[in-house]
Nanobody, 116 residues
């Protein structure tokens, strides 16, 4: 069984940094795109960043220049480095991966809270 496990969320002051990790485990053949999405209370889930298997990246407008997505294909892990955090970045952050054999899967989510 394949699953995604996120870590690295927490509470940080505005202007601070956090690094999220998401590791895929199980009988993985290969992973295409991986990414991060977030959902704040009362709002729809939105794109944060995605990265292809070749390393091409895409960012949501609200995080460009502050967040950096990367991945380690050997470890089946995707990272999100978040700098200059703002209170409006507060949300549950979800990892997403497109598996060659299993299709699109989501992680359980990790809470990020930015205090002003």
């Amino acid at each position: 069984q394949v699953q995604l496990v996120e870590s690295g969320g927490g509470l940080v002051q505005a202007g601070g940094s956090l690094r999220l990790s998401c590791a895929a485990s199980g009988s993985i053949f290969s992973i295409n795109a991986m990414g991060w999405y977030r959902q704040a209370p009362g709002k729809q889930r939105e794109l944060v960043a995605t990265i292809s298997s070749g390393g091409s990246t895409n960012y949501g407008d609200s995080v460009k220049g502050r967040f950096t997505i990367s991945r380690d294909n050997a470890k089946n892990t995707v990272y999100l480095q978040m700098n200059s955090l703002k209170p409006e970045d507060t949300a549950v952050y979800y990892c997403n991966a497109d598996f060659e054999l299993f299709g699109n899967l989501w992680g359980q989510g990790t809470q990020v809270t930015v205090s002003s």
